[in-house]
């Protein structure tokens, strides 16, 4: 996020769009609540009626995959109605003709008849964004779990330039992740191309500067695979060792037969977990992890905050952190690690070899953590980015964007649209919810489907039908509300039983190789 | 600009707009305190709070009274105590507040209250008998504990706006309910436990700690919640290895004490006896149990045979996003560094 979670509540305007923050970020939402309790603007943009649409002054019910489209529609009123921040655009931006001659493609009625949206609210919602500034975005899967996920994610970054929506308070781009420490994982460098602090393993500089940290003669200069790269090469043995951490690619990654024989073909598959799943069925050696609670450390949210997480209890059995786990491997492979513990490690390598967390130590973040660029440690943290329109790149790029359908459309065949995602109660493949009394709230997965299409096929509320799209088929329970627009599907992917993978379409974006999760063909049936 | 106020004769200065309770507060000073919550403020419903005031005829609530420059407040004076040893005598009778066994036994503001104004026993007769409200997955309801302070109601419509809880019925059947007097379970409540943090007494209480230690015994530690990417902190009560209950940390960054219901109920997974506790290699169609040595042994000598019969660049690795930094660290490390070879991802973008 560019921004901060504690603004929402004081925000003018906030647009959220393929966000369902109620069931995904529960505590964000109640901000966003606020905010409207309190006077604020809300514009929702979801295929689905979610429960934050009730709040919302504009609800546009987008149809799955029209993102760009839609955008671009926005965009083209801001601009064909002069309604743009052009004092921003000159000063802090690049390349607006470029975008204008695009979006001038995208009149509200052309993006009316891609978003399914009236072009009257396309021009309403634009209005009502110039006019309310300035104004935060959020975004979540819905922006990026598409072939054009990255494509989508440039239209708000043009939208929020256009609008001069970033560098201050109450702005900004904010993609609300989506697990405890995705954004941690990444700023650590566990990405095929930067080390952490996102420094370029093509930069001779930074590998020059890491291989003198790590006492070693030379780093891999060439950016690394991306996860379903790394899968696909698994069958043809070009990658034959393949190890995971913590991850159950088996009930989580799209289309999960292809995923089984992928890993089933594995030479040879390690894991460290703390359960047994679906995927470690699979490994060769299985080494069993420390839990949360079970060892000192950090997370990073969303808003780049780097928060403590302490230990309360030893892990179970053998169990050890798993820091541990690689620093032995390591060692048997003729390299000693210095840093024995969790706070070793940042405060003599993470902080030190990277500019962004310099200023954080251990000891400044017992209490709140702090928020990331902190280049020292007299530095507060930061709690927006490109203050005063100052871009990381210097100018801030305008993008020309084509909008693109997803891989896989309805047809005769499969005529209805698969689009999935998280629920309230359960996490992931809920081998930590499952644990915790969770079912106890939802025991078993659903495909939600509106009343007309309901009615039309004959299903009743609470019925079982079998839903099935090119990749399988599953036997799953229908819960009828009017959260669905017709002609959808929704599932999610907690229960190994109806699992959604089944289902989902194994495609991706060409550059972040994000999955299509939210947009493949099915088929409903009654089961007789 | 800094001002005075004067209470039970000694002055304290504060700056800005703020009410009696809160300077007194500030000070070290307790006033008896139970519908008013610092998140929510005022609500004006229990009249607990009072105070004498020199000048003002009446006695006032302290919760909404805005301190005034050379104000004289009094809040030991006999006026000030027999009325509020009137209100939780009410409150007393109006229930079934028995302590013996009940979850907020020493962190109890009604507790703490009728322990300032020495009632040992309420004067007045126990009404009528109210069932506990069990339907939740993790929160229980015991009506004649209920006090109707309200925080909890406000809680929920105006701190993290799920909007479902409201006062039900009137004058002295008054109580809260879920929707329209629904159970739990069938009401729209989706257990987030605002109301269970809100609540000053007994009356909403967390299940999974529920007869397994009194609150003296456990020791908060905070931490991160595991579940989503807001990054809500978390205050752990602990009780030898055991986590009893969890609240969200008040005043932290960036959940100020909110939470969901995964965070403050979904704690419990990491004692399950599924846990991996052993390195096990693949035997056959199972697993054996093995030595770390032998399983750290195994995965260093076959990564050492394929980077020498391939390339590091047939080793590929995938780091966890649910797990710490100084985890993904050290992986990307190994991989970089010991192997050679930058294929090391995560679920960044998904």
Redesign the interface.
Known sequence: MTN???EFENNKLIFCIGTNMTE?????S?YV??AV?KGATLIVADPRKHALADKASIFAQIKVGSDVAFLNGIMNVLITEDLYDKKFVEANCEDFEALKAKVLEYPPERASKIARVPADQIREIARTLAVNRPGALCYT?GI??HTC?KNNVMSTANLQMLLGNLGMEGGGVNP??????????????????V??GYQA?TDPAAREK??KA?N?PS??D??????PD?MA?LPS???????????N?AN?DPNIANVEHELSSAE?L?C?????TETTRF???????A?????D???????R??????K???P????????W??????K????E?RSSS?RE??DK??SPLAAPYTGIKYARIE???LQWPCPSEEHPGTTFLHKDGKFTRGKGLFQAIEWTPPAEVEDEEYPFVLSTGRR??H?HSR????????D??LSEETADICPKDAARLGIANGEYIQVSSRRGSVRVKARVTDQIPLGMVWMAFHFREANANWLTNNVY?PQ????E?KACSCKIEKIA | MSKNIFINGKGFSFEGEKTVLEVARENGIYIPSLCYHEKVGPANKCRVCVVEVDGMKDLQTSCSLAAADGMKVGTTTEKVLEAQRMVVNLLLSNGNHNCLSCEANGDCELQDAAYYLGIERPPFVIEEHKEREDSGAFILRDPEKCIQCGRCIEGCNRLVVNEVLDFGYRGGHTEVVWDNDMPLDDSNCVECGECVQMCPVGALIAKKGMGRARRWETKPVRTTCPYCGVGCQLDLHVKDDQIIRVTGTEGAQPNMGHLCVKGRFGYDFIYSDERLTTPLIRENDGFREASWDEALNLVAGKFTQIIEESGPDAIAGVSCARSINEDSYNMQKLFRSVIGTNNIDHCART
């Open positions: 901060s979670f504690r995904a970020h529960p505590v964000a109640y609540k606020r309790n899967l990026t779990e996920g609300l992740r989506g697990q405890n420490n995705v954004q941690g994982a990444c700023d650590m460098g566990a990405l095929p191309n080390f952490h393993v890491f291989a790590w070693v780093l891999p060439k950016p690394g695979l991306m996860i790394m090469k043995k070009e990658v034959r060792a393949f190890y995971i951490f913590g991850e690619l989580t040879f390690v460290n977990d703390i359960f047994m490994a060769h050696v299985i080494f069993p992890s839990a949360w609670c079970e060892d450390g950090t997370f990073a949210s969303s808003e905050r780097v928060n403590r997480v302490r309360i209890k030893e179970p059995g053998q169990a050890k952190p798993n820091w786990i690689f620093k032995e491997i390591a048997r492979m003729g390299h690690w969790s490690i940042w390598e993470v209490n709140d953590g309230l109660f996490y081998t930590q919810t499952g644990r915790a009394g969770m106890q709230k974006d972040t190789k994000t999955a999760y």
